[in-house]
């Protein structure tokens, strides 16, 4: 059983540059998740998708996108990179949204010089 | 703000001996779910265990167990029979409120080894 499965694992940007995260889930749940984790800072919130066909903005969404394309995948896009963008980013799901434990991704380290 | 609030950036323990990391947070609901999360040099998140706020039965998973103290707000975890592989950085979360559109919040998280 995969769980959720994102990739890249790493990926180097320059600014400017554009590159979409996918990520995809086995376990059929119903809430995606997109955070990002700095020194210091633990996990934000960028997006997230309560069910398929919703998306809504978390903590810091400035500068991304989401698609929620069906229920198993939830794709982030970052348009243009920028330095501050560089972080590991996580995508997760749970089976709903308000009690159920997150099931994390690998994580995906990205460099924006 | 509802916050979640891990106010020790790192810990140290013996092996085989106990530790407690503590975690605080911020609601005003009465009912909500907090969550610890352990996070290994892999980088791969691992839950650990689980608490729903209107159990006022504290949650325990073999060597993990935490003391809930609703009324301070107060969610520490502790190690029992430490391990080297407890070495990780351990993230405290809350959903904060129940309902449609709850999400996690997590706390800055605390970086704990093990010394053999």
């Known amino acids: 059983n995969a769980g959720v499965t994102q990739t890249p694992k790493f990926q180097v940007l320059k600014t400017g540059q554009s590159m979409t995260l996918q990520c995809a889930q086995d376990m059929n749940h119903n809430s995606m998740y997109w955070y990002r984790q700095d020194p210091g800072m633990g996990l934000r919130l960028i997006y997230y998708s309560a069910s398929e066909g919703t998306t809504d903005k978390g903590e810091v969404p400035n500068g991304y996108n989401v698609s929620r394309l069906n229920k198993r995948e939830f794709s982030l896009r970052l348009e243009s990179a920028a330095p501050s963008q560089t972080s590991v980013y996580f995508c997760?799901?749970?089976?709903?949204?308000?009690?159920?434990?997150?099931?994390f991704g690998n994580g995906t380290r990205l460099t924006v010089t | 703000a509802q916050t979640v609030t891990q106010s020790q950036p790192e810990m140290s323990v013996q092996e085989a001996e106990t530790v407690t990391l503590s975690c605080t947070y911020d609601t005003s609901e009465s009912n909500y779910y907090l969550f610890w999360y352990k996070q290994p040099p892999s980088r791969q998140m691992i839950l650990v265990i689980r608490?729903?706020?209107?159990?006022?039965q504290n949650a325990t998973e073999n060597r993990f167990s935490v003391n809930f103290q609703k009324a301070a707000k107060s969610f520490s975890l502790k190690i029992s029979d430490s391990q080297l592989g407890d070495t990780a950085m351990y993230f405290c979360?809350?959903?904060?409120?129940?309902?449609?559109?709850?999400?996690?919040?997590f706390g800055k998280g605390i970086t704990l080894s093990v010394r053999p």
């Open positions: 979360a809350s959903t904060l409120t129940t309902g449609a559109n709850s999400k996690l919040t």
């Open positions: 608490q729903e706020a209107y159990k006022q």
């Open positions: 997760a799901s749970s089976e709903r949204d308000y009690d159920s434990p997150l099931h």
